[in-house]
C-alpha cells in the first residue's frame, strides 16, 4: 500500500520565499487584503455574502469567454463580474430583492459558463485557476492593475462611506432622509465586483468567501465600531496571506489552502472566545445599531 506524505518541508523553503514569482505573490495577495478588509465588513452588514459568493462564479463564463476570444482571462473575468454586479445591484435594492437577482444571474452564469467550456479546447487550466486560484502567477502587470483598483476603490468607499453605511443599516429611513439607496446599491455591488475580481486570483472562486467574507465576520465579533472592524478585517486577511505564502514554502503547499485555512481558523477562534465570554451574540447582532450611534442618521 502506497504512502502519501500530506506534508513535505522544504529545506530551501526561505530561497523559495524570497524569488521573484514570491514576492510577486505577497505584493499581489496584500494588495487583495487591503481591498478585501474595505469591503468585506459592508458584505457583512448589508447581508450580501451570498452575492459576494455568487459573484466569484458568475465570474466564470467571462474566463472561459476570454480563452476562446483570445483576451486576458483577467479582463474577461472583470467584465462579468462587475457586469453581473451591476446588475444585481440595479435589480435589488432590498436584501430579498438582491437574493431573487442574485440567484438568476448566477443560474444565467452558470449556463454560459459550461457552453463556453464546451467550446474552448485549452480551457481546462484557466477553469482550474479561476476555481482554485493561482497566488504563484501573478505578473508584474497584474500588479499594476491591482494597486490601481485598490486606489479607485479606497477612494470611492472613501466618498460614500457615510451614506453606504446608513443604507446598509437602515435602507428604508435612509431613503426616507433623501439618500440615494439604489444608486448606493449599484455602486457598491460594483465596488464589490472589482474585489471578486482580484480575489478570485489569489483564491479561486471555490475559496472566495474566506478571504473576502470570513476576516470581515472575524473583524464585527471583536468590535462594533465600523472603521476598527473594517481595519481587523485588513489585518486578519493580511496575516493570512503572508503566514500562508510562508507556510506554502515551508511545507510544499498550495498557498490558496494555507490562506484560507489560517482565515477560517482564527474565525474559528475568535467565535469560540466570544462564545464563551457570552459576548458573541451581542457583538454581532449590535454591530448595525452601533454602527448608526457612531454615525448619526442625520450626517
Known amino acids: 500500500m502506497r504512502t502519501v506524505d500530506l506534508v513535505t518541508y522544504q529545506d530551501n523553503w526561505w530561497e523559495i520565499l524570497t524569488s521573484d514569482f514570491m514576492r510577486n505573490a505577497l505584493l499581489g495577495g496584500t494588495i487583495v487584503a487591503l481591498a478585501a478588509g474595505l469591503i468585506g465588513y459592508f458584505v457583512i452588514v448589508r447581508n450580501t455574502a451570498f452575492a459576494a459568493h455568487a459573484l466569484a462564479h458568475i465570474g466564470l463564463p467571462g474566463a472561459t469567454g476570454a480563452v476562446l476570444v483570445g483576451i486576458p482571462v483577467s479582463l474577461g473575468l472583470g467584465i462579468f463580474a462587475v457586469g453581473g454586479a451591476l446588475v444585481i445591484g440595479a435589480l435589488g435594492k ?4 438582491r437574493e431573487v437577482a442574485t440567484g438568476t444571474v448566477l443560474a444565467l452564469a452558470t449556463g454560459l459558463g459550461l457552453y463556453f467550456n464546451s467550446l474552448a479546447t485549452k480551457s481546462s487550466s484557466t477553469m482550474t485557476n479561476v476555481l482554485f486560484g493561482n497566488l504563484l502567477a501573478i505578473t508584474n502587470e497584474q500588479l499594476v492593475v491591482f494597486a ?3 486606489v479607485a476603490l479606497a477612494v470611492a468607499v472613501g466618498l460614500i462611506y457615510r451614506p453606504l453605511l446608513f443604507a446598509s443599516v437602515d435602507s428604508e429611513v435612509a431613503e426616507a432622509r433623501g ?3 439604489r444608486t448606493l446599491s449599484v ?3 460594483a465596488l464589490l465586483g472589482l474585489v471578486i475580481t482580484m480575489a478570485v486570483q489569489v483564491v479561486g472562486t471555490l475559496l472566495l468567501f474566506a478571504l473576502v467574507v470570513t476576516p470581515a465576520a472575524t473583524g464585527i465579533q471583536l468590535t462594533p465600531r465600523p472603521k476598527r472592524a473594517m481595519a481587523v478585517s485588513a489585518a486578519i486577511s493580511l496575516v493570512s496571506v503572508w503566514a500562508g505564502l510562508a507556510f506554502s514554502a515551508m511545507l510544499n503547499l498550495p498557498p490558496s489552502f ?3 485555512t489560517i482565515a477560517c481558523l482564527v474565525w474559528f477562534a475568535v467565535w469560540l472566545a466570544a462564545r464563551a465570554s457570552h459576548r458573541a451574540g451581542g457583538a454581532i447582532v449590535g454591530a448595525p445599531s452601533r454602527a448608526t450611534e457612531e454615525h448619526p442618521v442625520h450626517a
Open 94 to 97: 432590498k436584501a430579498a430583492d
Open 148 to 150: 490601481v483598483m485598490l
Open 179 to 181: 439618500v440615494p439607496v
Open 187 to 189: 455602486v457598491f455591488m
Open 258 to 260: 494555507v490562506v484560507v
